[in-house]
């Protein structure tokens, strides 16, 4: 059974930094080659994708908003995915969601999500 959870939410400050984590389970990042994504949602907004990573490769590709404030990257061994968030703004402020691209799938099409880390960007 595949499950996703994440961590390392908060509130932080603007200019302040958070790294998020998502522990997966039920599958491993290198037997097959994955996709996997953190998405956000904000207050009253849809579903925004922010960054994903081939579990193989470790190339990313990035939000243009996020493009050198965010670092995504991944542990083969631990099978945990990161979010490295720097000199984070108040527009950040979300629920992040990690989320597994489906096999043969095209952008924004996931099989599976986590439950959320809320991210508060404020002073």
């Known amino acids: 059974q595949v499950k996703l959870v994440e961590s390392g939410g908060g509130l932080v400050q603007p200019g302040g930094s958070l790294r998020l984590s998502c522990a997966a389970s039920?599958?491993?990042?290198?037997?097959?080659?994955?996709?996997m994504n953190w998405v956000r949602q904000a207050p009253g907004k849809g579903l925004e994708w922010v960054s994903r990573?081939?579990?193989?490769?470790?190339?990313?590709h990035y939000l243009d908003s996020v493009r050198g404030r965010f670092t995504i990257s991944r542990d083969n061994v631990q099978n945990t995915l990161y979010l490295q968030m720097n000199n984070l703004k108040p527009e950040d402020t979300a629920v992040y969601y990690c989320?597994?691209?489906?096999?043969?799938?095209?952008?924004?099409?996931?099989?599976?999500r986590g439950q959320g880390t809320q991210v508060t960007v404020s002073s």
């Open positions: 989320a597994r691209g489906k096999i043969g799938g095209g952008p924004g099409e996931y099989d599976y």
């Open positions: 039920g599958f491993s990042f290198t037997f097959n080659k994955y996709w």
């Open positions: 990573i081939d579990t193989r490769s470790g190339y990313a």
